[in-house]
């Protein structure tokens, strides 16, 4: 059965502090990886990784992929109180139809 | 970018009435859809999986007749959940795939209560 693993679940920082959250996964094939960030309704698109090593930025964000070890992180620099939603890790399983399958989500709480 | 519209954003139903929940992608054509529900402080969970012009795929233990999908068109596919019951209130959710990147662009999502 195909598997997305997040940790930590939840996370409460401080404005200004770095988060590192990960991703593992197990699945029988493999086409990408996607970070989400879901606020109050849906989850907007921050990342897709495809190749192993390659780090993407976005700003305080970035993300990398590791494939040799089925996982990835997301890194947040210089956290503020925006940053506080969930964050979903999610993996293309299929490249014909694009179906996802998601993890649990990290939720972060950024406080002030 | 591409834009998934979702109708309606919250319903509040009875308890045995049917809801229709709609997603339209707005720019783009989607052959296919997918349809999540999640609940308070959970992730998004796949129920179906909508394929233009065909029968829906559900995930394991989503019930077919309970939760009917139709995608009549490149742009409409739309979830009725069919006598509906205090256990389905949850927040829906559709996603669209234009092909190619396998980048799913979401609807805002549909919170449903049954009282």
């Known amino acids: 059965e195909d598997k997305v693993v997040q940790s930590p679940l939840s996370l409460v920082v401080h404005e200004g502090d770095t988060v590192t959250l990960n991703c593992s996964y197990e699945v029988t094939n493999f086409r990408s990886l996607l970070w989400y960030k879901q606020e109050k309704k849906a989850p907007t698109f921050l990342f897709m990784l495809?190749?192993?090593?390659i780090e993407k930025k976005s700003g305080r964000l970035s993300s990398i992929l590791d494939k040799k070890e089925l996982s990835s992180i997301l890194n947040i620099t210089a956290t503020q109180t925006g940053d506080s939603a969930i964050y979903l890790c999610?993996?293309?399983?299929?490249?014909?139809?694009?179906?996802?399958?998601f993890g649990q989500g990290t939720t972060l709480q950024v406080k002030p | 970018g591409a834009v998934v519209s979702q109708h309606p954003s919250w319903v509040i139903c009875k308890s045995g009435t049917s809801v229709k929940i709609e997603c339209r992608s707005l720019?783009?054509?989607?052959?296919?859809m997918f349809w999540y529900r999640q609940f308070p402080k959970q992730s998004l969970m796949l129920m179906a999986t909508?394929?233009?012009?065909?029968?829906?795929?559900?995930e394991q233990g989503v019930e077919k007749d309970k939760f009917l999908i139709n995608h009549a068109s490149l742009t409409l596919s739309t979830l009725t959940v069919t006598s509906a019951h205090p256990e389905d209130s949850s927040f829906y959710i559709c996603?669209?795939?234009?092909?190619?990147?396998?980048?799913?662009?979401f609807g805002s999502g549909t919170q449903l209560s049954v009282l």
């Open positions: 720019d783009f054509q989607a052959t296919t």
């Open positions: 909508s394929n233009e012009g065909s029968k829906a795929t559900y």
């Open positions: 495809t190749s192993s090593g």
């Open positions: 999610a993996v293309v399983v299929s490249s014909n139809t694009g179906k996802l399958i």
């Open positions: 996603s669209a795939s234009r092909g190619g990147d396998e980048k799913l662009f």
